[in-house]
């Protein structure tokens, strides 16, 4: 038995899976498990994403995360390394303090009870979501959830 792979329609730049995966209209993140998508969700960010997202677009992030409070399982994937995240990206113009982007993430966090993972890149990141949706799909299907 296998699971199936929701990515939202309004995911910009998709991971490609080795596993059965649709398109889908998510009500929060860009990844969820086929018939559990109202109790798993993951947000992907690259870093320069990230940062955009943390500073000007704050505001909707913290809806974003509002829903994703909701979830069973929610979890906010960055594609890039603590120590990088901590360094403003190259070519990043903004007056966004890396100070206050890891106060904010540990902030959520604690907040909205939403995991905040740090992969060193695209690759790791996808290999991490693959992994958290397959180990919660497992969950349900065994009762453990």
Known sequence: MTFTII???????????????ERGTLKAGDYSVKGL???IAIERKS??????????????FQRELEKLAGYEYAAVVIEATMLQA???????????????FNRSWIAWAQRYGVHFMFCGGRELAQRQVYIMLERFWRDVQEGKR
């Open 86 to 100: 901590l360094r403003p990206p190259e070519n990043f113009r903004s007056s966004f303090n890396p100070k206050s």
């Open 7 to 21: 990515t939202d329609t309004r995911e910009q730049k998709p991971y490609r899976w080795d596993t059965p995966a």
């Open 37 to 39: 998508e109202d109790r």
């Open 47 to 60: 870093l320069i994403d990230a940062y955009g997202t943390f500073g000007k677009g704050r505001e909707r």
